[in-house]
């Protein structure tokens, strides 16, 4: 038992690698132990873009959460990923809590101004995230993961892709608004592209 649980975690790994290595991505030890269940963490059935890739861990057997609440948790970030290959604004902005804000005392209309200059600079725009659920309370309506990952896109006029963002350990806080709406996050600093490194990862 213990020898298929080890194979299975290592084939995890070496496709974790694949996922975000060859993006040149840093994937911190604790994403890179992840395994997957049926209805957890796959993302092939949603029409999105090969340049997408989702891995989530299952959440730790002592947290309290339904398999489908954790599809729901997924499924948001599925959204904003549609929205973002589509650079649907409007879309992605109903995302976010009316109460979103970020340790730069950024609110919801800083993330809009984000996310349209992004979208005005860039084409064929998508993302890379390997999670995992590290916080969730059912009573208050909230869930907390762990990411790390990047965005990547073509600048305009150009046909190279590049790393717009990079992230290392973010925790993306969600709240319970009849669906799930991005509340805040907090995090390490983050590489984008064109600037010099920032205090946190504003994007999500």
């Given amino acids: 038992m213990k020898t298929t649980l080890r194979l299975l975690l290592n084939g995890y790994k070496i496709m974790l690698k694949k996922v975000l290595v060859m993006s ?26 090969g340049e997408f890739s989702m891995v989530m861990a299952p959440p ?29 604004i409007d879309t992605l902005m109903t ?3 009316d109460k979103y804000t970020n340790l730069r005392n950024g609110n919801k209309e800083f993330a ?4 349209n200059k992004i ?3 860039f084409d064929n725009i ?6 995992k659920l590290i916080a969730y309370d059912e009573t208050a309506g ?13 600048p305009k006029g150009e046909s190279r892709r590049v790393t717009i963002d990079r992230w290392d350990d973010q925790r993306h806080i969600l709240i ?3 669906d799930w709406k991005l509340f805040g996050n907090a995090g390490e600093s983050a590489r984008r592209y064109g600037l010099e490194e920032g205090k946190l990862h504003p994007l999500f």
């Fill in 126 to 131: 998508s993302s890379r995230h390997a999670m």
């Fill in 60 to 88: 730790v057997a002592s947290m309290q959460i339904d398999e489908s609440e954790v599809q729901n948790i997924m499924d948001f970030f599925h959204q904003a990923e549609r929205a973002i290959e589509s650079e649907n």
């Fill in 142 to 154: 909230q869930a907390i993961t762990e990411c790390s990952g990047l965005l990547t896109g073509t």
């Fill in 95 to 97: 995302l976010y809590s």
């Fill in 119 to 121: 979208f005005a600079g």
């Fill in 24 to 49: 040149q991505v840093t994937i911190p030890a604790i994403a890179l132990v992840l395994y997957m269940q049926s209805g957890f963490a796959t993302s092939e059935d949603m029409q999105l873009s």
């Fill in 112 to 115: 809009e101004e984000l996310w």
């Fill in 176 to 178: 319970k608004e009849g």
